[in-house]
C-alpha cells in the first residue's frame, strides 16, 4: 500500500465523518421543530411533515455531497501519484468535510422555522414553504463551493 | 474503476477551430426535447372551451404557474412565463430521464446546467437594464456604498455560479451513489439480490424526488433573481 492510497483512504474518512455533522444536527432540529408544532396544532400534522421531510432532504443535501466526495476518493481518485496530489485528495476531504457543516447547520435550522411557521399559521403553508426553499437553496451555495473545489481537488490538480 | 467523472466527448475540426462535444449529452438533450414535445402535443389534442379531464388537468397546472410566475415577477409576469416553465420542463424531464435504463440525465453533465444558467444570467441583467436604464442598473452595484462595488459583483456571479453547480451536484452525486451500489453489489451473486430493493429505492430518491426539488428549485431561483434584477 503506497502513499497515495493511505491518504486517500483517510480523505475519505474525514469527508463523510465531519460533513455527516452539520446535517445530522440541522435535521434533528427540523424533526423537533415539527414535534413541537404537532403537538401545538395536531390537526395539520399532514403538513408539518411534508414540509419537515421536504426540508430534511434539502438539509441532507451537503451530506450527499459528502458521501459522494468520499466515494469519488475510494473508486475514482488516483492509486499512484506524487505528493503534491496525494496532499490535494487530502485537502478534498478537508473541504468538503468542513464545508458541509455550515450549510447542514443553516439549511436545518431553515427547515425547523418552516415547520414551526405552518405549524402557526397553516393557512400560509405554500408562501412559508417556498420562503424556506429558496432560503435553504441559497445558504447551500457555500456548500457547493466546497463540493467544486474538492472535485477540482480530485480531478484536476 | 475509473469511468466515473469521466465524459465521453468527440471532437472534430472545421478549419481553424477544434471542437470537442459530448455525443451523449448531445443525443440525450434530444430525446428530451422530443419527449417533452409528445408529452404535450398529446396533452393539448383536441383542445375544446370546455376541456375535459385531460385537458383540465393541464389547465390547472398552467394556471398554477401563472400564478406563481405573477406573484413573483409582477408587472410583464406573462412575457416570462415561457421561459420559466420551459425551464422548469427541461430540467424536469432531463432529471427523470436518468430513471430509465441506459440512458443519462443531460444535467449529468456540467455544460446543460451551465448553459441554462448562462441563458437566466442573461435575461437577468437584460430585464435589469430594460426596466431601470442602463445608469440606474449599474449604479446599483455601487450601493449601498461605492466601496462595495467589487464584492456585489462577485456575489452576483457567485449566484449564477452556485445555480448550476447545485443542479450538477445534486444529480452527478445521485448517479456516483447509484453506480457505486450497482457495481458493488452486482459483483458477487449472493449480493445482486438486494438491488431488488435497493434499486427501485435509489431511482425514486435521487431520480425523482430529488430531479423534482431541483427542478422546482432551479426554477424559482432563477424567478428570484430575475425579478430583484428587474424590480430593484
Not at chain 1, 429558496?134 to 480531478?155: D, K, N, P, R, W
Not at chain 2, 434530444?30 to 417533452?36: D, G, K, P, R, T
Not at chain 2, 442573461?122 to 464584492?151: A, C, D, M, Q, W
Request: proline share 4%.
Amino acid at each position: 500500500m503506497n502513499w497515495t492510497e493511505i491518504v486517500t483512504l483517510l480523505s475519505a474518512g474525514i469527508a463523510m465523518g465531519l460533513g455527516a455533522i452539520g446535517s445530522g444536527i440541522g435535521e434533528g432540529f427540523a424533526a423537533g421543530k415539527a414535534v413541537e408544532a404537532t403537538s401545538r396544532q395536531p390537526g395539520v400534522s399532514d403538513k408539518i411533515m411534508k414540509t419537515m421531510l421536504i426540508g430534511q432532504a434539502v438539509a441532507e443535501s451537503t451530506g450527499i455531497y459528502s458521501l459522494v466526495v468520499a466515494l469519488l476518493l475510494l473508486f475514482a481518485a488516483p492509486k499512484e501519484a506524487g505528493i503534491v496530489k496525494a496532499m490535494a485528495l487530502l485537502g478534498a476531504g478537508f473541504s468538503m468535510g468542513l464545508g458541509a457543516i455550515g450549510p447542514g447547520l443553516g439549511e436545518g435550522y431553515a427547515a425547523g422555522k418552516g415547520v414551526e411557521g405552518i405549524g402557526r399559521s397553516p393557512h400560509e403553508e405554500g408562501n412559508i414553504f417556498r420562503v424556506m426553499l429558496i432560503g435553504q437553496a441559497v445558504s447551500e451555495s457555500t456548500g457547493i463551493y466546497s463540493l467544486v473545489v474538492a472535485l477540482l481537488l480530485i480531478f484536476v490538480v | 474503476m475509473h469511468e466515473v467523472g469521466v465524459v465521453q466527448t468527440a471532437s472534430f475540426d472545421l478549419g481553424p477551430l477544434h471542437i470537442v462535444f459530448n455525443p451523449v449529452t448531445l443525443i440525450m438533450t434530444w430525446i428530451v426535447i422530443a419527449l417533452i414535445l409528445i408529452t404535450f402535443v398529446w396533452l393539448s389534442r383536441k383542445m375544446r372551451q370546455v376541456p375535459g379531464r385531460r385537458q383540465a388537468a393541464v389547465e390547472m397546472v398552467m394556471e398554477m404557474f401563472d400564478g406563481l410566475v405573477k406573484e413573483t415577477i409582477g408587472k410583464d409576469s406573462r412575457r416570462y412565463l415561457p421561459l420559466i416553465l420551459t425551464i422548469f420542463l427541461f430540467v424536469l424531464f432531463s432529471n427523470w430521464v436518468g430513471i430509465v435504463p441506459f440512458m443519462q440525465e443531460p444535467t449529468k453533465d456540467l455544460n446543460t446546467p451551465l448553459g441554462l444558467a448562462v441563458i437566466v444570467f442573461f435575461v437577468t441583467h437584460f430585464s435589469g437594464i430594460k426596466y431601470n436604464g442602463l445608469f440606474r442598473y449599474i449604479k446599483s452595484f455601487f450601493e449601498p456604498i461605492p466601496f462595495l462595488f467589487p464584492l456585489n459583483v462577485v456575489g452576483e456571479i457567485g449566484k449564477f455560479v452556485s445555480l448550476f453547480f447545485r443542479l450538477f451536484g445534486n444529480i452527478f452525486g445521485g448517479s456516483v451513489i447509484i453506480w457505486v451500489a450497482y457495481t458493488m453489489l452486482m459483483s458477487s451473486w449472493w449480493t445482486s439480490w438486494i438491488l431488488v430493493v435497493l434499486g427501485p429505492f435509489l431511482a425514486g430518491f435521487f431520480g425523482l424526488f430529488v430531479g423534482l426539488i431541483q427542478a422546482f428549485v432551479f426554477m424559482m431561483l432563477s424567478m428570484t433573481y430575475i425579478a430583484v434584477a428587474k424590480n430593484q
